[in-house]
C-alpha cells in the first residue's frame, strides 16, 4: 500500500527565514502534487512533478521531485506571512489517479 | 474558485436523518472523487467516478451511498450516519482517473457535523 509522510507536521517561521518541507512516499510513483489549504478553504494545487529531477518555482516556493530516493521537498525562500497555511503533498499510484495524501504541513509564519 | 461547487457548505445531521451532499464540476472533466479530511487523519479517498462508472470504493461504510448521474455531477447519500463521521467532505475533480499527467481541483468542502 501506498503511504505517504510528511515532516515536519508543524512549522513555526520567522519571517525572511528558509525553510524545507519533506515528503517520502513508499512505492513506486513518478508523480506528485503539492497542494496548499487556507484553514476553512478547499485545496488550491501548487505543483505537479510528474519526472525524476524535476523542479518547479513559484514565487517563494518551490519544489522538487527525486524518484529513486521516494522523496520530494517544497522549499520556501525569505517566508513571508501570506504563506501561513497547511501544505499537503499527495502521490499518485502508477497507472491512475488514485492520490494519497501526507498527513499535512501546518505552517506559521510570524512577523 | 477552482471550478468545482459543492453544496452545502455547513450540514448539521442528526444520527437518524437522511441528507445528500453534491458536487458539481464545470471543467469538462471526466473523473470525479470524494474525499474525507477529518482532525486526526489524511485527506482519505472514499470513491471515485470515472465515465459515470464507479471504480474505487476504498472500504467505506454503507452508510455513505455515492451517486453520479452524469459526468458533472456527484452526489454523496448519507444515512444513519455516527458522530465519528463528522469532517469535512471534499469533492475532486480530475480530466480522466487512468491519465497520468493531470491533477485534480476540489471543492470547498462541506463541515459536516453528525450530532
Known amino acids: 500500500e501506498l503511504k505517504v509522510e510528511q515532516n515536519p507536521l508543524f512549522l513555526s517561521m520567522q519571517e525572511g527565514k528558509n525553510y524545507t518541507i519533506y515528503c517520502n512516499y513508499s512505492?513506486?510513483?513518478?508523480?506528485l502534487y503539492w497542494y496548499r489549504q487556507d484553514p476553512g478553504k478547499s485545496l488550491e494545487s501548487l505543483f505537479v512533478?510528474?519526472?525524476?529531477?524535476a523542479v518547479k518555482q513559484e514565487g517563494r516556493l518551490m519544489a522538487s521531485l527525486d524518484t529513486k530516493a521516494r522523496l520530494s521537498t517544497l522549499h520556501i525562500t525569505a517566508a513571508v506571512h501570506d504563506l501561513s497555511a497547511t501544505y499537503f503533498c499527495?502521490?499518485?499510484?502508477?497507472?491512475?489517479?488514485?492520490?494519497?495524501f501526507g498527513a499535512g504541513t501546518r505552517l506559521t509564519v510570524k512577523p | 474558485e477552482t471550478g468545482v461547487t459543492q453544496t452545502p457548505r455547513h450540514l448539521v445531521m442528526g444520527m437518524t436523518n437522511k441528507k445528500s451532499l453534491k458536487c458539481e464540476q464545470h471543467l469538462g472533466h471526466n473523473a470525479m472523487y470524494w474525499y474525507k479530511q477529518s482532525a486526526k487523519k489524511p485527506l482519505e479517498l472514499m470513491f471515485v467516478?470515472?465515465?459515470?462508472?464507479?471504480?474505487e470504493n476504498n472500504s467505506v461504510p454503507s452508510r455513505f451511498s455515492p451517486e453520479c448521474p452524469n459526468s458533472s455531477h456527484l452526489f454523496l447519500h448519507l444515512h444513519t450516519l455516527q458522530p465519528e463521521d463528522s469532517a469535512l467532505y471534499l469533492c475532486?475533480?480530475?480530466?480522466?482517473?487512468?491519465?497520468?499527467?493531470?491533477?485534480?481541483?476540489f471543492g470547498q468542502g462541506t463541515r459536516l457535523t453528525v450530532v
Open positions: 467516478y470515472n465515465f459515470k462508472e464507479q471504480t
Open positions: 512505492t513506486t510513483s513518478d508523480r
Open positions: 499527495a502521490v499518485a499510484y502508477y497507472n491512475n489517479n488514485d492520490m494519497r
Open positions: 512533478l510528474l519526472s525524476n529531477g
Open positions: 475532486a475533480s480530475s480530466l480522466n482517473y487512468r491519465a497520468t499527467n493531470t491533477e485534480a481541483f
